[in-house]
């Protein structure tokens, strides 16, 4: 499986080496509206437990807040940039404890996978509100520095895996509007069919510089 294969993500400038300073293999599950990913999860979690790993996971922020009846507004530049900054700090501190707590527990190999990368908010936003997210995260590497790059973000990550919306290749699997997942839990999809194709492009570019970056298709005769 290819997360026993994953080794560290490369190294440049703007890495964190404290975030790399151990084992424990952290894997973004990312990709466009509707592509699986909490079901994968869900799956991910059963093999891997099963074959004698730890494994913890992060789960998808914008569904959180969306439970708590907060809802991204559009029109509103200010409500766009309060609600979109706070998925990217809780999310940044979901994954900080939870490394925290997996790094006291690793009486066996360790992985995290989290339920979309924070690099997926970049899609969602335009690029003036995304810069502004940027420069308003806080990094965790015992500086007090305020600002991060998207190197930053990315390099969170020891592996990438974008799972393909079922919009692109298996139209009939899509479903939108307020709906429920594969899990039955009720979700609001606003993307139609179109839409979701465009925003699963744009997550797969902007993780594209990342070496261990994993494409998963719905065409027929295509497999991983």
């Known amino acids: 499986m290819m997360f026993c294969t994953l080794g560290r993500a490369t190294s440049s400038p703007d890495m ?17 509206p509707g592509s699986g990913k909490s079901s994968a999860l869900g799956f991910l979690r059963q093999e891997l437990s099963a074959s004698g790993h730890n494994v913890y996971s ?17 029109g509103d530049k200010n409500k766009e940039f309060a609600f979109q900054l706070a998925v990217c700090r809780l999310q940044l501190a979901l ?16 992985i995290v996978i989290t339920d979309r990368g924070i690099l997926d908010n970049k899609g969602y936003m ?20 305020k600002g991060v790059s998207e190197d930053y973000l990315r390099n969170r990550y020891h592996g990438v895996v974008h799972l393909v919306t079922a919009a692109n ?12 997942d594969d899990s039955g839990n009720a979700v609001v999809r606003p993307e ?20 261990r970056h ?3 298709p719905n065409n027929k005769g295509e497999t991983y």
Do not use: M
């Open 58 to 74: 992060c789960p998808e922020v914008a569904t959180l807040l969306n439970q708590s009846g907060l809802f991204y507004e559009l």
């Open 214 to 216: 994993y494409r998963i």
């Open 192 to 211: 139609t069919p179109e839409q979701a194709i465009s925003l699963d492009e744009t997550t797969w570019r902007s993780w594209q510089p990342h070496p």
């Open 169 to 180: 290749g298996a139209l009939d699997h899509y479903k939108y509007g307020a709906t429920t």
């Open 95 to 110: 994954e900080r404890n939870i490394q925290a707590v997996a790094e006291s527990r690793r009486d066996k190999p360790t």
């Open 126 to 145: 335009d690029s003036s509100t995304w810069q502004k997210v940027l420069d308003n995260l806080d990094r965790d590497d015992g500086s007090g520095t």
């Open 16 to 32: 964190i080496q404290c975030w790399f300073s151990t084992s424990i293999t952290r894997i973004a599950l990312t990709g466009g």
